[in-house]
């Protein structure tokens, strides 16, 4: 299988927390991005989410790593808050590693610019602090006009896909977007297991 690559130039890489992905991205995320991951609630959108959040736990403690969370009951570690908090829970927690679960409750709660300056002030805020702040969107429930109006701050953008074959579900990840960077040609077959997300590392994106 060819090797496809992504150019990555004068960025330190974070780990994504999923030993798959950071093959295939040569390292892991851009440090200092905002990144966009979008998918239904079945998708494993959560565990990547957490993967991320946790990766650095070992070398760290989880001191400077934060998971916000106002879509549903928060587990061990994660700080609950509503929509509304989001933003002020942001600029109040010093840290590297930021989860924020999720856009969509934002969009929901205060329509889509509430979302977009949330991104834009207090996820800009992170990032030229060296930190990395990661969102979640989820399927089917905003427009297409509001969909592509996050996607536009994102500096990385993956979209998590399902087709349903017969009765085989087969989960596709979709890396659509790097900064200073070209983005691969080729979806990323992934599976849900009890210990997260596993992401096959047979042909590598540099």
Known sequence: MDI????????????????????????????????VIQGSAISGIEKIAEQFWKADEETTGGDDSWYLISDSSPSVGMTPVTPDEMGDALSEMPGKRYVVDSLSSVIHNGGVDAAISLIR????????DGGTILFLLYDNVHSAEDEISVIRYADVYIHLIEERHGNEIERKMEIAKIKNANVPNRLFPYNITNEGIDLSTTARVV
């Open 4 to 35: 496809e690559e992504v150019e990555i130039t004068g960025q330190k890489k974070i780990s994504t927390g999923i030993i798959g992905l950071d093959y295939q991205l040569g390292g892991g995320f851009p440090a200092g991005s905002i990144i």
């Open 121 to 128: 002030n207090y996820g800009g805020m992170i990032t030229q």
